[in-house]
């Protein structure tokens, strides 16, 4: 399986403001210490070998929005936030050169930042495409389609051209789809949202993003434990910090990163990707939680198996 990342922030999608991008020129100039390069390539390579990642690139501001690839079979998501319209451009071109136009979307809760990309999915207006969305909601439909209404957006859900189905997942109960074994998790947030565990026989993968985990009832947590046992990718929602989730966001329906680092230990899990980032924090704030959680988990590593901290920004892909 691969992992391709469209969007990665949590809430609202943001932009880097124009003097965000001036600092990080200046950064870059200053770290060059006046070298000249022979052409864009050298530059490139001095980005990738000189320069944190926060100064040479940044992590993004589309919301929520996951591609899981499987060789040979249809496209697989979780979630539709902002940075579904990117991904929705990309799949027409794979469809032109003959990927299958069926699509299987996987909703964690119904929240704007989560379906906001959906009125501008391009494969949605395509009369040969088939799209079926997965929510362990009963009222996915009636979201989607009050977010076209006239008042919202001038084209109403009807006009859209996709054979669109609707399928209702009750948490726990295993099923089949787009070649993969799948089962949700209900988890804390307004409103409810779910947890999806998917499988191929062999790798696996956990998407568990607006979701709480309260302190003062970590035994509670020993389902989250077994969700997450032992699989080798989970995307976990990381927006706040620890001191955050416990007092000025308490029952907000986020978790933190050191949370996330717990779990996946208790879990035996392979590889924990940092999700759902906030969006009033800057490259840099980004940058520094994710050394914070590789401290964290260096610290508190029961034993010799490392957990592997990756940190999401909009266009990671990662191989599992």
């Known amino acids: 399986m691969r992992l391709r990342f469209w969007g990665t922030r949590g809430s609202l999608p943001v932009a880097t403001r124009a003097n965000a991008i001036r600092s990080k020129v200046a950064r870059a100039l200053v770290a060059a ?23 040479g690139n940044g992590f993004g501001g589309a919301t929520s ?6 060789e040979g079979g249809p496209f697989i998501l979780c979630d539709m936030g902002s940075g579904l319209r990117e ?5 027409i071109g794979r469809c032109a050169k003959g990927q299958k136009r069926e699509f299987h979307i996987f909703l964690s809760h119904l929240h704007w930042d989560h379906i906001m990309g959906f009125p501008f999915f391009g494969p949605a207006y395509d009369p040969r495409v088939t799209i079926t969305i997965y ?3 009963e009222d996915a439909e009636t979201a989607l389609r009050r977010q076209q209404e006239e008042i919202s957006f001038p084209v109403p859900f009807d006009r ?18 787009a070649g993969l074994d799948a089962v949700a998790i209900r988890q804390f947030h307004s409103h409810d949202s779910y947890g999806f565990r998917f499988s191929d026989g062999t790798r696996s993968v956990v998407y568990s993003t607006d979701s709480e985990h309260h302190m003062d009832t970590m035994d509670a947590e020993t389902q989250f434990e077994r969700f997450f046992g032992g699989a080798d990718v989970v995307i976990c929602d990381t927006m706040y910090s620890l001191a955050d989730t416990v007092t000025l966001k308490a029952d907000w329906g986020h978790s ?7 779990l ?8 924990l990707v940092l999700f759902h980032h906030e969006p009033a924090a800057s490259d840099d704030d980004i940058q520094t939680m994710y050394r914070e959680t590789i401290r964290y988990e260096e610290l508190t590593r029961a034993d010799a198996t490392a957990l592997d901290v990756v940190c999401a920004y909009d266009g990671l892909e990662l191989d599992v």
């Open 135 to 137: 929510a362990g909601h």
């Open 160 to 177: 859209l051209g996709a054979d669109i189905r609707f399928v209702t997942l009750k948490p726990g109960k295993p099923i089949q789809a």
């Open 65 to 70: 929005c996951v591609e899981i690839e499987t």
């Open 264 to 271: 996946c230990h208790a879990a035996a899990a392979k590889t």
């Open 33 to 55: 210490g006046g070298r000249s390069f022979a052409d864009e390539q050298a530059a490139l390579a001095f980005i990738d070998d000189g320069l944190d990642f926060a100064t």
């Open 87 to 91: 991904f929705g451009i990309d799949a």
């Open 256 to 262: 933190s990163n050191l949370v996330a680092v717990d």
